[in-house]
Nanobody
Framework: QVQLVESGGGLVQAGDSLRLSCVAS????????MGWLRQAPGKEREFVAA????????IYADSVKGRFSISRENAKNTVYLQMNSLTLEDTAVYYC????????????????WGQGTQVTVGS
């Protein structure tokens, strides 16, 4: 059974940084394109960032480009999302997701999902 478990969410102030982690089990992690998506209250789930299977191709939503960084450690079955210069608009539940695919894209359709971790940015 595939499991994705996120951690690292919390309450921070605008301008602060936060690092999310997601550990995968029950799957060959290196075969997954991994992504982070988020859903704010009253809004649809949206793409944030994704990274290729090897970790050498990251892509980002325009809203987070230059502030967020996605990376992975295949030896640890872990993907990270480093979030800097957080704003109120970044408040959302953040989901880790994995997809069996060869190409990384800005899709919101993934094979596997974590339960989500709340990130709240206060002023």
């Amino acid at each position: 059974q595939v499991q994705l478990v996120e951690s690292g969410g919390g309450l921070v102030q605008a301008g602060d940084s936060l690092r999310l982690s997601c550990v995968a089990s029950g799957v060959t992690f290196s075969k997954l394109v991994m992504g982070w998506l988020r859903q704010a209250p009253g809004k649809e789930r949206e793409f944030v960032a994704a990274v290729s299977r090897s970790g050498d191709v990251p892509i980002y939503a325009d809203s987070v480009k230059g502030r967020f960084s996605i990376s992975r450690e295949n030896a640890k079955n872990t993907v990270y999302l480093q979030m800097n210069s957080l704003t109120l608009e970044d408040t959302a539940v953040y989901y880790c997701a994995g997809q069996v695919d060869s190409y990384v894209s800005r899709t919101t359709s993934y094979d596997y999902w974590g339960q989500g971790t709340q990130v709240t940015v206060g002023s």
